[in-house]
């Protein structure tokens, strides 16, 4: 079992791809098993070096977006992170749907790019700041689509207690280490409140649980 974090970077800008891969090497639990510019190269590098991430650039030739779709679809262990200028609401609403492990635009620094990386090798999601928020606007649901709107109020004591751990983006096993649960039962807690919530992903999850609770403020206790 390898111990670095195996990266593949898939961008059509080689300029910028070397910059990227750059950054990344200069992490040194940070190994970089192949480069590519187009959605096929990204999806044969799956096949062939078995990466534990990839990074895509949405607008790159075939689609950054389908590229991931593939990936989640047959090989379902690699995460995904999505590398792009694109703000656009709808390619982060798609990327979230398809369930990618982040969503980060190319103005981030390398010191924080590679903080994303270490951090979604360990189960976090990360989407960039600015973005959650248009997303959640995206996502609300019109009057005519009162199924996708959050039960919030039927949530439990215990399942808030949830919430706002997973709100600070923490992974099952460390919410579990919080309340003094098994991590199957944090699974199960998350079942429900994703149902709950109506959320798609984790990562809408995350942004459901902190705009809850930027409304309600912390729950408080430790009672069921």
Do not use: W
Not at 2 to 30: C, K, M, Y
Not at 84 to 109: C, F, P, R, W
Not at 201 to 219: F, H, M, S, W, Y
């Amino acid at each position: 079992m390898h111990n670095r974090i195996r990266v593949g970077v898939v961008d059509d800008h080689p300029l910028f791809r070397e910059g990227v891969v750059h950054t990344l090497q200069s992490a040194t639990e940070i190994e970089v098993v192949g480069e590519g510019g187009t959605a096929q190269d990204a999806v044969r590098m799956c096949s062939s070096d078995m990466p534990d991430i990839m990074l895509l650039d949405v607008s790159m030739p075939g689609g950054g977006i389908e590229a991931a779709r593939e990936i989640r679809r047959n090989f379902a262990d690699v995460k995904t992170i999505m590398l792009t200028v694109s703000e656009n609401e709808h390619d982060v609403a798609a990327a979230m749907q398809i369930g990618v492990n982040g969503y980060v635009l190319k103005g981030s620094s390398g010191p924080e790019l590679v903080r994303i990386v270490r951090a979604v090798q360990n189960g976090e999601s990360y989407i960039t700041p600015a973005l959650g928020a248009r997303l959640l606007a995206l996502s609300k649901p019109s009057v005519a689509d009162t199924d996708r709107q959050p039960n919030a109020a039927t949530l439990t004591h215990r399942e808030n207690q949830v919430l706002q751990l997973l709100s600070k983006g923490l992974k099952n096993k460390e919410i579990a280490l919080g309340l003094k649960l098994t991590e199957k039962t944090v699974k199960h807690y998350m079942t429900e409140l994703m149902q709950k919530l109506r959320a798609r992903n984790r990562v809408e999850a995350v942004l459901i649980a902190r705009k809850r609770l930027d409304e309600t403020g912390p729950i408080l206790g430790t009672r069921l």
